[in-house]
């Protein structure tokens, strides 16, 4: 895998893709899909339309059906008509014979191996040796023929696990697992090789965001090690949601697999009309993408000379591709820290990360600064509300001292939240015996004497928090710093210390500082910073959930702190929505809802609507919102409920993966599901500021 310390592209096989290519020296790729019916040449043909006005490099299909696999040709003669020439996928889940048709219209051809040329029955039987091997050896024979004709026409194909729609085969041995993700698509892929077709990419796509990234990276070490070539990868959060928080989602396992250097193509899974999944798409890969054209002293670089300029340069021990990672990529623990008791909780060890954001406003405007502060706290809410649960007030000179002091009279017992922040000694020995929190900022560049440390040990009120300001430095120098006083601070008994970085790239700055703290065993509580001016609210909520959001999910952080240009209620939503997203605080109901297909027969984006609306407030509930069976049970592994397509206008409900009332009326099942939640004791009335 490519380095966890500086972002380092994967190079993988370039795979043809009709009129592009993947992989290799070629950009990373925006991906959609339809969810028209394939049959509805007239819907489908406009929806690619305008997929390709949107900039949609690749478009992908639902193919059930062989009848749906013959129409591709109708809808590829249109497109072509029109002029446009983006490739098409077609989407197979278990029909062979529609993939063996559906391959003759297409450039690339999909496939799930935990369905494909499989009876899925998502049971629980055990497989003795020969029976696995007879499987196998059936979906050998099933498969041959595509990977035959898939030659024959020039057609690449996208080996695509999920999570939840592993065959019943693999999973009697190997569980509903990341192993048994990446074993499933390996198959294949040898059975792909020993045919000597090459075309392949991957995917291994999940809707819980730590288990898609330790599967795609798993999946890389496991492949490059054992298959003939490294092949490209296609990334993706399946069932991420809608709005804000299927974006956060999104950005957060596709951005966290792209700072490891992982991606050749991405889609953004929106359950919303899939012309919004393009911009987002293109937002989280522009990043990465801009290598692509660099300018230097001779001009614009290709990519091609950038990635081998980089891959060429010697590499000092610190950042050698071959060092350990500070955490264990492919399995979720959270890195240990000592547990520190701050304004009536705890914070570091298995507690819940807190929140913290900064205000606006200056001391010097007092009255609004208390008002901002009040707001920002929203003490009269109950405790579990979503706020912020400590604010930051910048104190730079003798005369904020006066303010804040006001400010902390005036906030009463709520000032205990109150954090003060200054990269100025005399006015941080002062601030001391103030606040409940101070945040000494060390600003690159400049020396603290041993005399600093004195003021660590001795005795005073605050916890204090050191914080490193990057600026141009190398990513090592905050973590050499902070390390160097975390050391010091140990050996003088100083204990009510916390760490963090300002960074514009934290997720590098912070694995080193891990690592660094990890090899002197220091186990000081971390704050992942996040700060940013931008007006953008999209630049803002990408950059967000990639940076900290890759930590989080890395097991990486105690607390949140958040400094952006986002209106209050914004800024809160997102660090929430982070913090749920990596599945270290569940602060409302998790939403599983895929984004439709032409397997969708009901209103699945006003079904989602109404059941957000109804269930908002069941804090720690997961709810799946699945078009039909394909993304149904199997694929919502761990949701509590589910409300699943049946056919047209009817659905079923799930508990887990038991189905438990089958092909009601769309129009009674919402009202049926939050009946069936009632029934198992899992609902709770709503605040009375919620519907």
């Not at 606040?435 to 020396?447: H, L, Y």
Request: charged share 25%; with cysteine.
């Amino acid at each position: 895998m490519s380095s966890m310390y500086q972002y380092r592209r994967r190079f993988t096989r370039e795979v043809a893709f009709g009129n592009i290519s993947l992989g290799g020296y070629q950009p990373i790729r925006v991906e959609s899909m339809t969810n028209t019916h394939t049959m509805d040449t007239a819907a489908t043909v406009l929806q690619c339309r305008r997929l390709y006005d949107a900039g949609c490099e690749i478009i992908r299909l639902t193919v059930p059906t062989e009848r749906d696999a013959e129409n591709l040709r109708n809808i590829r003669e249109q497109l072509r008509r029109d002029r446009i020439d983006t490739p098409l996928v077609a989407d197979i889940h278990f029909s062979a014979r529609a993939a063996l048709k559906a391959v003759e219209f297409v450039d690339n051809i999909r496939i799930n191996p935990g369905n494909y040329a499989t009876s899925q029955k998502f049971s629980t039987n055990e497989y003795s040796e020969e029976e696995y091997l007879k499987e196998l050896e059936h979906v050998r024979l099933e498969f041959a023929p595509l990977v035959e004709k898939a030659r024959q026409f020039g057609v690449s194909m996208r080996i695509g696990t999920n999570h939840g729609s592993l065959s019943d085969r693999i999973v009697s041995r190997y569980g509903n697992s990341t192993e048994g993700m990446v074993e499933a698509a390996l198959e294949f892929a040898r059975m792909s090789e020993e045919m000597g077709y090459y075309d392949t990419l991957f995917s291994m796509k999940s809707s819980n965001v730590r288990v898609m990234i330790q599967a795609y990276r798993l999946l890389a070490e496991r492949a490059d090690a054992e298959l003939r070539y490294p092949y490209p990868l296609h990334l993706g959060v399946t069932e991420a949601g809608d709005g804000d928080e299927g974006r956060v989602k999104s950005a957060m396992g596709i951005g966290a697999l792209l700072e490891d250097g992982l991606g050749d193509t991405i889609r953004v899974s929106l359950t919303e009309d899939p012309v919004n999944e393009v911009p987002v798409g293109f937002a989280l890969v522009k990043k990465y993408n801009d290598f692509h054209l660099v300018k230097g002293d001779k001009g614009s670089l290709p990519l091609k000379h950038v990635i081998e300029s980089r891959n060429r340069q010697p590499q000092s021990p610190a950042l050698s591709t071959q060092e350990a990672p500070p955490f264990n990529p492919f399995s979720y623990q959270r890195r240990n820290s000592s547990q520190i008791a701050l304004a009536g909780m705890v914070i570091g060890g298995d507690n819940l990360p807190r929140v913290e954001s900064e205000v606006h406003g200056q001391l010097s405007a007092l009255e609004a600064l208390f008002e901002e502060v009040q707001q920002r706290l929203a003490p009269e809410k109950p405790q579990d509300s979503i706020r912020s649960e400590f604010v930051s007030v910048r104190v730079n000179s003798t005369e904020d001292l006066d303010a804040f002091d006001a400010l902390f009279g005036k906030l009463g017992d709520a000032a205990r939240f109150l954090v003060a922040s200054t990269s100025d000694v005399a006015l941080f020995v002062q601030l001391l015996g103030r606040a409940s929190k101070v945040r000494f900022d060390i600003v690159e560049g400049e020396r603290l004497g041993e005399e600093f440390l004195h003021i660590l040990e001795g005795e005073r009120h605050a916890v204090v928090e050191l914080c490193f300001v990057h600026d141009g430095a190398g990513n090592s120098v905050p973590a050499e710093v902070l390390a160097h006083f975390a050391k010091k601070s140990r050996n003088r008994g100083a204990e009510r210390l916390f760490f963090s970085v300002i960074s514009r790239e934290p997720v590098f700055v912070y694995r080193r500082l891990v690592q660094l703290f990890n090899t002197n065993s220091l186990d000081y509580p971390l704050v992942v910073r996040f700060s940013k001016e931008a007006s953008d609210h999209q630049e803002t909520l990408i950059d967000a959930s990639v940076q900290a959001g890759t930590l989080f999910c890395d097991g990486i952080g105690d607390m949140l702190a958040f400094d952006t240009n986002l209106p209050l209620d914004d800024e809160l939503r997102l660090a929430f929505n982070i913090l749920q997203g990596a599945r270290v605080r569940m602060s409302k109901t998790e939403f599983i809802s895929c984004p439709g297909c032409g397997r969708t027969y009901f209103e699945l984006e006003k079904a989602t609507a109404a059941i957000k609306l109804r269930t908002v407030h069941l804090k720690g509930l997961k709810i799946g919102i699945m078009g039909c069976i394909v993304n149904g049970p199997g694929e919502m592994a761990d949701a509590d409920f589910g409300y699943v397509g049946a056919g047209k206008n009817r659905i079923s409900l799930y508990v887990g993966r038991e189905c438990v009332e089958e092909n009601i009326s769309e129009e009674d099942a919402v009202d049926r599901l939050i009946n069936l939640i009632k029934e198992r004791g899992k609902w709770i009335d709503a605040p009375c500021c919620l519907p």
